[in-house]
């Protein structure tokens, strides 16, 4: 699970200098060599960007010398990197002296994400793209923004970016995206072998992670391929390691088949024991449903019902849901009953959420989770400058705006409050329903701790009690997000 932790951002920088003549002696260098990044970075890092005399030097400079475009990109490259508000000033005065200032553009381009300005994003990227077209990161960076957006572009400029960097990580990270975002099997399958064949996965670490997602693919399409390909990368040195594990896992998938068609159920279990994946591979879904059908096949339905109930509780999926209701039914129990058989393993994990009560950025005062109390709750932890987050959120829209908000509440608490000012503009153009919420540093958050990352969610019933956590929602699973919820809200309608 990809997270960003909220230390690394906010963190103060650790080479503030208090000494006024090493202070003036950076400055100096600054005025010397107003076009080198090092002196302004040396400076800016001396005095720190929450100092107010930084920022009126600043100023100062650009008056003095209004024709250059290093000094307000310096400051606002400063800024963008900490994820400050103040930005986008100094980058637009900077673009506007020079529009070939290509790392200016991109600064734009993540400070109108952290706006929500997505469309406007886009438009700075396409200039950071003209401004420089043969920077592979703005290349790719400018295709993957048409994801969502427009698909037959977004697929067309990303193989464009693999095919003119074959060098460059991008162009295996375009390939990867490609692959990893296609929601046809095929296509999933096409782009990951030209991935395999492109790029080569003990060069590029992108491919190496694609080339990993191929494999677990192939271990429910075609396990005999995911051998084999496993064994072709057990022959490089630097990957041969992890591939020789991952040989043997594909063998004995191979084994399992095997064992399942001569309805050998003892072989199979004894594999299916065996079998040690890696823990975010999707094929242990698989796995688990496979356990399920041994037990059956060897006389013991009652056992593979009552694992399948254990294993939704902990990670409810549809394909799951739909065993527990096939088996439930060869037990002679109806879908009333395997519900309750659900919801008697639920309750047994659920536990009381911490409550809070923190500040609301659209009205006065503070929200509580008791003020929830009767609806289900979404409640994910997040800020502005966090990647990941945004790149949740359209997901999560897509699965609330299916439920009335007298049944549902969903909110967001911002980890980051020097982040504050971005918060209503971000929900305003993006236009994400969530409810914003401000966090406390310092507060005991119990069993909602997110321990200072984001994004980390939970789901609370209408009692207020924790459900569902450490979960991520993205376009392979929003059918999952759905089923937790309409689970919950089904439980207090019966």
């Known amino acids: 699970m990809s997270l960003v932790f909220a230390g690394n951002v906010a963190a103060q920088q650790s080479k503030i200098i208090t000494d006024q003549k090493e202070i003036e002696k950076l400055k100096a260098a600054v005025e010397i060599s107003p076009d080198s990044p090092k002196v302004h970075q040396a400076y800016i890092e001396a005095l720190g960007t929450e100092n107010a005399a930084l920022e009126k030097q600043y100023q100062t400079w650009i008056k003095k010398y209004p024709k250059s475009s290093a000094y307000p990109f310096a400051l606002g490259k400063a800024y963008e990197r900490e994820e400050s508000p103040k930005a986008k000033t100094y980058l637009l005065q900077a673009v506007k002296l020079d529009p070939k200032l290509t790392e200016a553009w991109g600064g734009l381009w993540i400070d109108a994400e952290r706006w929500g300005d997505f469309s406007g994003g886009r438009d700075y990227l396409a200039k950071a793209v003209e401004s420089d077209p043969s920077n592979p990161n703005y290349a790719f960076y400018y295709a993957s923004s048409f994801h969502k957006v427009d698909n037959e572009k977004y697929t067309r400029l990303s193989l464009e970016v693999a095919k003119r960097f074959p060098e460059h990580q991008r162009g295996a990270q375009a390939l990867y995206w490609l692959g990893a975002r296609s929601e046809n099997i095929d296509d999933k399958i096409r782009y990951y072998e030209l991935l395999y064949k492109s790029y080569a996965p003990a060069k590029f670490s992108w491919s190496s992670g694609g080339i990993s997602s191929y494999y677990d693919l192939l271990l429910s399409q075609n396990p005999q391929r995911a051998l084999s390909l496993a064994e072709e990368l057990a022959k490089e040195p630097k990957l041969a390691k992890e591939w020789a594990n991952l040989s043997i896992q594909a063998k004995k998938v191979v084994e399992i088949d095997k064992a399942f068609e001569a309805k050998n159920t003892t072989e ?11 823990r975010y591979f999707k094929f242990n879904k698989q796995v688990i449903l496979l356990k399920a059908k041994a037990d059956e096949l060897a006389g013991h339905p009652q056992a593979a019902y009552d694992s399948l109930i254990v294993a939704f509780a ?12 096939g088996y439930g039914k060869k037990l002679g129990k109806d879908s009333v009953q395997v519900v309750a058989d659900i919801w008697t393993r639920l309750n047994t994990i659920a536990k009381v959420a911490t409550p809070f009560s923190l500040k609301q950025y659209f009205e006065k005062g503070n929200s509580s989770l008791s003020d929830y109390k009767g609806k289900v709750v979404l409640l ?15 997901h999560f829209e897509n699965v609330v705006k ?15 409050s020097n982040q504050n000012d971005y918060v209503i503009p971000f929900l305003k153009t993006s236009g994400y329903s969530f409810i914003p919420l401000e966090d406390v540093k310092g507060r005991d958050k119990g069993n909602l701790d997110n321990r200072n990352a984001a994004p980390v969610n939970f789901l609370i019933d209408q009692e207020g009690r924790v459900l569902f956590s450490n979960f991520r929602t993205d376009g392979d699973n929003e059918d999952e997000l759905e089923l937790m919820i309409k689970l919950l809200i089904a439980h207090k309608k019966v």
């Open 268 to 278: 199979a279990k004894s594999l299916l024991a065996e079998l040690k994946l890696p």
């Open 314 to 325: 902990k990670s409810p999926n549809l394909v799951v849901k739909e065993a527990i209701e």
């Open 380 to 394: 994910t932890y997040w800020f502005p400058g966090c990647g990941p987050c945004r790149g949740e959120f359209p």
């Open 402 to 416: 299916k439920f009335n908000k007298n049944d549902l509440a969903y909110l967001g608490i911002n980890i980051i």
